[in-house]
């Protein structure tokens, strides 16, 4: 079964960290960039990070940058976002995806005091 399942998400203070995963299976992940997207209530998704299928190229929203950093090992099938500082703002569900493919399901990240 092709899927991805988020997780990692959780209750964090302003300033705190988090670190989400995301579990691939049922394709070839090492061919695939991956994405990390992010929906706030009331708002449309957008897109915060970008890994190439290799792990040697990144990009990232220019809300985050400085903040979060993706990778991935290919070894587990897995990507991550790595977010550090957070901040009220960056409260939302948040999703991978095969780049161009199948998202996951989500997890919830909420950022308050």
């Known amino acids: 079964q092709v899927q991805l399942v988020e997780s990692g998400g959780g209750l964090v203070q302003p300033g705190g960290s988090l670190r989400l995963s995301c579990a691939a299976s049922g394709f070839t992940f090492s061919i695939y960039p991956m994405n990390w997207y992010r929906q706030a209530p009331g708002k449309e998704r957008e897109l915060v990070a970008e890994i190439s299928s290799g792990g040697t190229r990144t990009n990232y929203a220019d809300s985050v940058k400085g903040r979060f950093s993706i990778s991935r090992d290919n070894a587990k099938n897995t990507v991550y976002l790595q977010m550090n500082s957070l901040k009220p703002e960056d409260t939302a569900v948040y999703y991978c995806?095969?780049?161009?493919?199948?998202w996951g399901k989500g997890t919830q990240v909420t950022v308050s005091s």
């Open positions: 995806r095969q780049k161009g493919g199948i």
